[in-house]
């Protein structure tokens, strides 16, 4: 007999100690949730004041209203905060008071704008893009889709163009 006998399964075992836990729990959570709604016993209080002098502590005291005060203002360095002294400011503007056309900030500020904001948690983006989550599809397999489109948008385009382009010659 003693032979036939089967090991005890570590899965049910697991299950069953979590079941005895969570009963216990659920036991707790009905023990503290009947103290919560149980109406509390009134607390009295006598309101009038006892016979004779009273004598008035310190933290019975009322404190006075702060007296509004003028505001501090602090003097401010421009240099400091990257404003632009004269030599710099006459070089941005030209004689008519318009600012000239400054060709490498357009460049950034174009660059800047199409390529996006920056991530602010770079690994999540690895995870994401090496199809880690279950559901989601894979960062490669959506560029391989989007370049698959261009390069089809691209071939349809050029059909129309050289049909256009070759009705135009006849």
């Not at 030209?94 to 060709?103: F, T």
Request: net charge positive.
């Amino acid at each position: 007999m003693a032979l036939s006998k089967k090991k005890p399964d570590p899965i049910s075992e697991k299950a069953r100690a979590l079941a005895d836990q969570i009963a216990a729990l659920e036991s707790e959570i009905k023990i503290l949730d009947t103290q919560l709604t149980r109406p509390p016993e009134p607390k009295f209080r006598s309101t009038t004041k006892p016979p004779g002098e009273t004598f008035l502590r310190a933290d019975d005291i009322p404190a006075p209203a702060p007296k509004p005060s003028e505001p501090v203002f602090e003097e401010v360095n421009r240099t400091k905060l990257g404003a632009r002294d004269d030599a710099e400011a006459a070089e941005l503007f030209n004689e008519l008071g318009v600012r000239k056309y400054d060709l490498p900030a357009l460049f950034n500020r174009l660059r800047n704008h199409f390529r996006g904001p920056t991530t602010s948690n770079p690994r999540l983006v690895n995870y994401l893009a090496a199809g880690g989550v279950q559901g989601l599809r894979p960062l490669r397999y959506e560029k391989r889709v989007a370049r698959n489109r261009f390069f089809a948008l691209v071939i349809v385009v050029t059909v129309v163009l050289l049909g256009l382009f070759l009705m135009l010659k006849h």
